[in-house]
T-cell receptor, first 115, second 113 residues
């Protein structure tokens, strides 16, 4: 079945450090890929998305590139801030077949940024 | 903008009690979803409604029922709560059930004793 695997957390960084959170996927078709962020006590917010191979999603300084050859969608940010502390989820969705419209999530990666 | 609104935000139940979690969206979306979030497991789909008048099982439907009351509202019911259903429940909606992003509510934290 379809699945998403994220790097083990938690990740702890100092402010202005470079961030990478790895995400790889397994899917039978051609998924769209997403990164969601969850701040404490809140629901998930869409951070960025990519719908086809080689697309780069970007938002708020975060970037991720859809790599079909390595089935990856790694999240990166050049300089993190304390306000980026949150849980980050990688997810995929297929646009057809029995998985139509169903988001499949990774287990989430906790990021803590210290001043 | 309200987006997706869930009620209640917190609830404590005893084993065997029943309750309904409410969800409403004001974005005129066709599709709605219910997820549960458990530590280390991400979010898992319980039920979804691709459009008004239709509902389908997700990954973990056992012990739950849903009702798509109208285009705006999608409720989740626990008929006989069990401790294994202690979780945080999220409702989400999307324009349609294709590859569109889903918009989430703030969640309901449910504890079953």
């Amino acid at each position: 079945g379809d699945s998403v695997t994220q790097m083990e957390g938690p990740v702890t960084l100092s402010e202005e450090a470079f961030l990478t959170i790895n995400c790889t996927y397994t899917a039978t078709g051609y998924p769209s890929l997403f990164w969601y962020v969850q701040y404490p006590g809140e629901g998930l917010q869409l951070l960025l998305k990519a719908t086809k191979a080689d697309d780069k999603g970007s938002n708020k300084g975060f970037e991720a590139t859809y790599r079909k050859e390595t089935t990856s969608f790694h999240l990166e940010k050049g300089s993190v801030q304390v306000s980026d502390s949150a849980v980050y989820f990688c997810a995929l969705i297929l646009g057809g077949g029995t998985s139509y419209g169903k988001l499949t999530f990774g287990q989430g990666t906790i990021l803590t940024v210290h001043p | 903008n309200a987006g997706v609104t869930q009620t209640p935000k917190f609830q404590v139940l005893k084993t065997g009690q029943s309750m309904t979690l409410q969800c409403a969206q004001d974005m005129n979306h066709n599709s709605m979803y219910w997820y549960r979030q458990d530590p280390g497991m991400g979010l898992r789909l319980i039920y979804y409604s691709a459009s008004e008048g239709t509902t389908d099982k997700g990954e973990v439907p056992n012990g739950y029922n849903v009702s798509r009351l109208n285009k705006r509202e999608f409720s989740l019911r626990l008929e006989s709560a069990a401790p294994s259903q202690t979780s945080v429940y999220f409702c989400a909606s999307s324009v349609d059930s294709g590859n569109q992003p889903q918009h989430f509510g703030d969640g309901t934290r449910l504890s079953i004793l």
